[in-house]
């Protein structure tokens, strides 16, 4: 990777769903690598409240990026921008398109052109997928709308990822698990997956900021393939959890989550994300621990560091 300048550790940086998976992960990093001046923005008050319990030094804001606001100053301020909010679960695709296209489009539009700021656009992996559900849809739209703008930085995109602060996958599945009497698993679960921990994710992320490649669009996914199931059961050994795992039949789980999505708004797992669970697709594993000079952490090591951390790992953010 060719290195194109370095930055000081004031360097203004802005990060947007900052109290999310990938935003709480990146802001502690950053002020452990020694950056002062971090800012973000996110529309979940008790999320950010519990980003700033032990990050109190930030600059952050209650706001919805999707309307035009008094927070696009903090964006035109920024020396380096990362776009990193996302609509991930969720049956209204207006949702979707809201929070991953327009929210993205006010961002762009707040670039403060004269400082010409480096940015960090967090794509995703399934905009290589052959799903296709509201996800992927909606940020295939933001990624095409950000390389038809033109950037001044790169796209990354991570496969699905864990770690601290995880609500909403691995996260929500081990919390799952310790309060079932059985964990159900859709078929044989032998579905592959690569997931990505965020702690090495960031890493990338704040190597890029410090070493700013150019044009680039980089496929971070996990490097180690790892079957649903056996994913899960990772999960129960590293937690030494006692709940037993089921193999169910597939239309039964389908059912299951068809019903729950019938009654709440914001379920945590979708048909439509069930339907992507199952597609047997393994995505292009590049060299990122060299092309980044970061360090790759194990699946089993990056599980028990995000379940049993004697501090981050009992930090439950609100769904």
Avoid at 184 to 191: D, F, M, Q, R, V
Wanted: glycine share 6%; proline share 5%.
């Amino acid at each position: 990777m060719e290195v194109l300048s370095k930055i000081s550790k004031d360097t203004k940086i802005f990060i947007s769903g900052i109290a999310g998976l990938v935003g709480q992960n990146l802001a502690l990093r950053l002020s452990q690598a020694g950056y002062t001046q971090i800012s973000g923005l996110d529309k979940h008050p008790k999320n950010l409240k519990i980003l700033q319990s032990y990050q109190p030094n930030l600059t952050v804001k209650i706001a919805d990026i999707a309307e035009m606001g008094d927070w696009s100053d903090m964006v035109k301020e920024a020396e380096v921008v990362i776009i990193n909010q996302a609509q991930i679960g969720g049956l209204d695709y207006e949702d979707f398109h809201r929070n991953n296209v327009t929210a993205t489009q006010n961002i762009l539009d707040s670039i403060n052109q004269e400082k010409n700021p480096y940015v960090v656009q967090i794509s995703s992996s399934v905009v290589n997928s052959s799903a296709d559900d509201f996800y992927t849809r909606s940020k295939t739209a933001q990624e095409e709308l950000v390389k038809k703008i033109g950037i001044n930085g790169v796209i990354l995109r991570p496969t699905l990822m864990f770690g601290w602060f995880d609500r909403k996958h691995l996260g929500w599945l081990r919390r799952f698990m310790s309060k079932a009497p059985v964990f159900p698993i859709p078929g044989s679960g032998k579905y592959r997956r690569q997931p990505l921990y965020v702690g090495d994710f960031c890493n990338i992320i704040i190597s890029c900021i410090e070493n700013q490649p150019q044009g680039e669009i980089y496929d971070i996914s996990g490097r180690e393939i790892i079957n649903y199931i056996d994913l899960i059961k990772t999960i129960k050994s590293q937690t030494k959890e006692k709940t037993p795992i089921l193999c169910i039949p597939y239309w039964v789980f389908f059912m299951l989550i068809w019903s729950v999505g019938l009654i709440k708004k914001n379920p945590p797992f979708t048909i439509h994300q069930l339907r992507a669970l199952i597609i047997p697709e393994v995505f292009d594993i590049i060299d990122w621990p060299n092309t980044f000079s970061v360090s790759q952490t194990s699946f089993t090591e990056a599980v028990d560091e995000t379940f049993n951390h004697p501090e981050y790992s009992k930090v439950i953010l609100e769904f």
